[in-house]
């Protein structure tokens, strides 16, 4: 239970009451995220009031029928604009669920995917994040419009979409200041650098402003830049304007995944086409948790916790 800004106690309470049309989902893994940090230490526009169950990378197995699954991590409504617009990911009244962080979690049946056959649990839970990073690739030209590719940040985000434009047969560069970050993108089939220039498409996921606008820097003339990475709340990033205006440059903000596309990463992952176990370390307990989400720097890697 998180008690407040890095207030984080290992408490016994009662499993979570499954509301009407809810599911008890006994968890066998769930994963650390930069989000999950960013709840950690400062809160979240998403997170219940205090004190608030979190974790939204979560597999495990449904109580009542023992059926694998992964714990999506919202519902979005199917009523407002976006919605009726196919874009569920930005909803204007999704119901969040949070909570992996525990032995169980209660949530909507909807929210739910099965899990294709062979797919590990820690590897599972990370079919959310890889979603967001399908939808990502999803608002870029395609690879025959923007066979140039950068991605600025090496954490678990930028490593995987960099694994997947890779895959599309992208030529990749990963810009990253910590050398461990740009050896996994090595490994991976990309170039790394310190900064990357002259790309048809850049891929912001780091969540800062500085950021945001070395991804405009980076960007060739009429080429996309796509923001992946969300900053602190409330925060403005100063853009150049000469870019934007006399090179046409198209800036697009990535959110969030829709259920198809979570479907697409639990396929990707089952299939090897993603390594998920080059991120993956632990498995750790609940108790190392708040150790794990203060870890700052070094590789990029994504805590199994079994709860
Ligand atoms: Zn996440
Ligand atoms: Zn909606």
New binding site residues.
């Given amino acids: 239970m998180l008690h407040g800004p890095e207030d984080l106690r290992v408490e016994a309470v009662a499993d979570p009451q499954p509301g009407p049309g809810d599911v008890l989902v006994r968890v066998e893994a769930a994963t650390t995220?930069?989000?999950?940090v960013k709840m950690w230490r400062r809160g979240h526009p998403i997170l219940g009031p205090y004190p608030a169950r979190f974790g939204?990378?979560t597999a495990g197995r449904r109580a009542d029928t023992g059926e694998r699954v992964l714990v999506g991590?919202s519902v979005a409504c199917g009523r407002c604009a976006p919605c009726a617009a196919g874009r569920p990911q930005i909803c204007r009244a999704p119901r969040w669920v949070l909570g992996g962080f525990a032995e169980a979690i209660a949530a909507p049946a909807e929210a739910l995917h099965p899990l294709p056959d062979g797919l590990e649990p820690a590897g599972a839970a990370m079919a959310?994040?890889l979603a967001?990073a399908v939808h990502a690739l999803d608002r870029a030209p395609r690879r025959e419009l923007a066979p140039d590719a950068g991605v600025l940040g090496g954490g678990p985000m930028g490593q995987m979409l960099a694994a997947l434009l890779v895959a599309e047969g992208r030529t990749v560069t990963l810009a990253d200041p910590h050398p461990e970050r740009r050896t996994q993108a090595e490994a991976l089939g990309a170039m790394s650098a310190e900064r990357v220039r002259d790309c048809d498409v850049v891929f912001e996921a780091v969540g800062h402003p500085d950021a945001w606008r070395a991804a405009v820097d980076a960007c060739a003339p009429g080429g996309t830049v796509v923001f992946v990475g969300g900053c602190a709340t409330g925060t403005d990033a100063a853009l150049p304007t000469r870019p934007l205006h006399y090179d046409e440059l198209d800036l697009r903000g990535a959110f969030h995944h829709s259920p198809a596309e979570v479907d697409r990463a639990l396929a990707l992952l089952a299939e090897g086409s993603v390594d998920w176990r080059s991120l993956a370390a632990g498995p750790i307990g609940l108790d190392d948790l708040p150790a794990a989400l203060a870890e700052a720097g070094g590789p990029a890697r994504k805590w199994v916790v079994v709860p």
Avoid: L, S
């Fill in positions: 995220c930069g989000t999950d939204h990378e991590d959310e994040p967001a």
